[in-house]
Antibody
C-alpha cells in the first residue's frame, strides 16, 4: 500500500524558514518523481515543484511564486523528500501536500494527507 | 503560468448529470493529453478521479468521465449522488516539467 506522510509543519514568522519532510513507502522510491502541492486556506490547489529521480537527473523545477526561496531535495536511503522553505511570506501559509507522480507527465498520482504551515507574526 | 479557468460552482439534483469545464491554452490543456481531475471533500486530501483526459483509476465509479476538445477539458458526473458534493479541480501538464491547476468548482447536490 502506498503511504505518504508529511511532517514539519508549524508556525513561523514572516522572513523565517521551515523544512517539511515527506516519508514514502509502498513503492520503489528510488525511481519516483515527487511533487509538492499547496493549498492556502479557502483557496485552490497550487503546484509548488517537483524533483526527478536521480536516474533521470535528480533535478527540481519550481513554480514562479517560490523559485529562489524553496528547495526540494531527496534522500533515497531514507525514502524521504524534503521541502526547504526560506524567506517565508504570509501568502506561503497553506496545507502542503507531497505526491508521488506515477507518470513524468503528471498522470496517475498518490497524495499524502498534508501538513499545515502558518506564517504569522 | 496562469491557472486554468473553471466555473466557481455547479449543481444538480440526485440522479442528474453535471459537467464542469476547465479552460486553458494551447500551451497546457490544448497541447497535451495530460489533464487530470481531482475531488476534494472539506479537510481531506484531493482524490484523483480522472487522469490522461479520460482514464479512471481503480475504484473510481464509472459515473465519472472526462473529455477534451481544443483548449477545454470537461468532467461529467452522471447519476449524481449526495457523496459527490465536493470541490473539483482540474490540472494539466504545461510543458517544461510544469503543472498547472484549475481554479476549482464547488459541486452542490440539490
Amino acid at each position: 500500500e502506498v503511504q505518504l506522510v508529511e511532517s514539519g509543519g508549524g508556525l513561523v514568522k514572516p522572513g523565517g524558514s521551515l523544512r517539511l519532510s515527506c516519508a514514502a513507502s509502498g513503492f520503489k522510491f528510488i525511481d519516483a518523481w515527487m511533487s509538492w502541492v499547496r493549498q492556502a486556506p479557502g483557496k485552490g490547489l497550487e503546484w509548488v515543484g517537483r524533483i526527478k529521480s536521480k536516474g533521470s537527473g535528480g533535478t527540481a523545477d519550481y513554480a514562479a511564486a517560490v523559485k529562489g526561496r524553496f528547495t526540494i531535495s531527496r534522500d533515497d536511503s531514507k525514502n524521504t523528500v524534503d521541502l526547504q522553505m526560506e524567506s517565508l511570506k504570509v501568502e506561503d501559509a497553506a496545507v502542503y501536500y507531497c505526491k508521488w507522480e506515477r507518470s513524468r507527465y503528471y498522470g496517475m498520482d498518490d497524495w499524502g494527507q498534508g501538513t499545515t504551515v502558518t506564517v504569522s507574526s | 503560468q496562469s491557472a486554468l479557468t473553471q466555473p466557481p460552482s455547479a449543481s444538480g439534483s440526485p440522479g442528474q448529470s453535471v459537467t464542469i469545464s476547465c479552460t486553458g491554452t494551447s500551451s497546457d490543456v490544448g497541447g497535451y493529453n495530460y489533464v487530470s481531475w481531482y475531488q476534494q471533500h472539506p479537510g481531506k486530501a484531493p482524490r484523483l478521479m480522472i487522469y490522461e483526459v479520460i482514464k479512471r483509476p481503480s475504484g473510481v465509479p464509472d459515473r465519472f468521465s472526462g473529455s477534451k476538445s481544443g483548449n477545454t477539458a470537461s468532467l461529467t458526473v452522471s447519476g449524481l449522488q449526495a457523496e459527490d458534493e465536493a470541490d473539483y479541480y482540474c490540472s494539466s501538464y504545461a510543458g517544461g516539467n510544469i503543472l498547472v491547476f484549475g481554479t476549482g468548482t464547488r459541486v452542490t447536490v440539490l
